[in-house]
C-alpha cells in the first residue's frame, strides 16, 4: 500500500512545522523512492521517549524503533533498537565487529544523519550509515521509528524495516538468543 499523508492534521502551528521540516521532507522522499509502505504522523509533541512515543502512538513500548547512533572509533553505526531494550554495548560491538560503540554526540550524529538527537530516522542520511536491526522488534507487527523530527514517526513492519534500511540483524542484550 502507498505511503499515506501526514495524519492526523496538525492541531497546532509547531506541529505543523514538524510536518514540513527538511528532515521529514527528506525522509518521506526517501521512504516513497524505496517503496515504503507505512504512514506518517506527527505528533503534537516530541516524543524523546520510547515511553512517550509509544502513550503518544497506543502502542506497546517494545514496537518503537529506538534510533542509537554509536561512535565506533572509525565511524557511525546505527542502531534500531526495540524500546523495551538497552543496548549492552560490549556485548553489541563483539556481535557486530567492531571495537566498541560510544554513545555519539549530537555534532556527531548531525554529522552523519543530517537529523538530529530524538528524529534520527533509519532513512535518509546524507551517506550511508551501517545499520543493525534488534530482533526483538520481530516480536511486533507494526514496528514505529522515527521520521527525521522528533515528532515525526512511521509505521512499519519489522520485515520492510528490514529491507529499506538494508539492516543486519543483531540481539543487543547481553546474551544472544539460541
Do not use: K
Not at 59 to 81: K, Q, R, Y
Not at 116 to 137: E, F, K, M, Q
Not at 154 to 161: D, G, H, P, R
Request: hydrophobic share 45%; proline share 9%; charged share 20%.
Amino acid at each position: 500500500m502507498p505511503a499515506e499523508p501526514l495524519s492526523p492534521e496538525p492541531p497546532d502551528a509547531a506541529a505543523a512545522a514538524a510536518a514540513d521540516h527538511p528532515g521529514v521532507e527528506r525522509f518521506r522522499a526517501e521512504h516513497r523512492r524505496l517503496g515504503g509502505t507505512g504512514r506518517i504522523v506527527v505528533l503534537p509533541d516530541a516524543v524523546h521517549t520510547a515511553a512517550l512515543a509509544a502513550e503518544a502512538l497506543g502502542c506497546e513500548v517494545g514496537a518503537i524503533a529506538n534510533s542509537l547512533v554509536f561512535d565506533t572509533g572509525d565511524g557511525p553505526v546505527l542502531v534500531l533498537t526495540s524500546g523495551s531494550h538497552r543496548v549492552d554495548t560490549a556485548a553489541t560491538a563483539a556481535r557486530i565487529g567492531v571495537p566498541r560503540l560510544r554513545r555519539a554526540s549530537p555534532h556527531f550524529v548531525r554529522e552523519h544523519t543530517g537529523q538530529v538527537i530524538g528524529g534520527v530516522s533509519p532513512l535518509a542520511h546524507p551517506s550511508p550509515v551501517p545499520t543493525y536491526l534488534d530482533r526483538a522488534l520481530a516480536d511486533h507487527e507494526v514496528v514505529w521509528a522515527a521520521a527525521g523530527h522528533p515528532a515525526a514517526v512511521f509505521s512499519t513492519t519489522y520485515a520492510e524495516l528490514l529491507a529499506l534500511t538494508g539492516a543486519r540483524e543483531v540481539e543487543v542484550g547481553p546474551e544472544a538468543s539460541a
